[in-house]
């Protein structure tokens, strides 16, 4: 099955760097992708949510 790749960027205060975290999920959708994680009660509303392309190995 095909993967997609998102990454979540939670901004943090002033002075610091943002929180960022990639995930692999289990669908060709970037749509689906995108909302099955921003459905994650983990994600804070505030993230920025994006589908961003693999790395090539």
Same mark, same amino acid.
């Given at each position: 099955?095909?993967?997609?790749?998102?990454?979540?960027?939670?901004?943090?205060?002033?002075?610091?760097?943002? &929180?960022? *975290? @990639?995930?692999? &999920?289990?669908?060709?959708?970037?749509?689906?992708?995108?909302? *099955?994680?921003?459905?994650?009660?983990?994600? &804070?509303? @505030?993230?920025?949510?994006?589908?961003?392309?693999?790395?090539?190995?």
């Amino acid at each position: 099955m095909q993967t997609t790749t998102v990454r979540v960027t939670t901004p943090m205060p002033s002075g610091k760097e943002p &929180l960022v *975290w @990639h995930f692999d &999920l289990m669908t060709a959708n970037p749509a689906e992708a995108i909302r *099955w994680t921003k459905a994650t009660p983990q994600v &804070l509303p @505030h993230a920025i949510v994006e589908v961003v392309e693999r790395a090539s190995n």
